[in-house]
């Protein structure tokens, strides 16, 4: 339901935002403007990769920072953390 609230950006976001609170690793985000226009079914999927990936970064990466840029190339779209 935040998705459909306030959109993918703004939920990333606000997820970075606690992520960090939490475990004292920043996170850096980049992403196309276009994002918010997404299908439903592609954002929720970009929103669960981005928390299951910070889960194992917190876990197993014992990283003081990370980046996450997600972009479009073609029909696809690349999140690379």
């Known amino acids: ?22 475990s004292g690793v920043r996170v850096r985000f980049s992403t196309f403007a276009g994002l918010d226009q997404l299908k439903s079914d592609r954002c929720i999927v970009l929103y669960r ?10 876990e197993h990466a014992k990283a003081s920072q990370v980046s996450i840029d997600i ?7 690349r999140m690379e953390i």
């Open 1 to 22: 339901s935040v998705l459909d609230d306030l959109g993918l950006i703004a939920s990333l976001r606000s997820f970075f935002k606690e992520f960090t609170e939490r």
């Open 71 to 77: 972009q479009k190339t073609g029909d696809a779209i």
């Open 49 to 58: 990769v981005a928390q299951s990936a910070l889960t194992n970064v917190f």
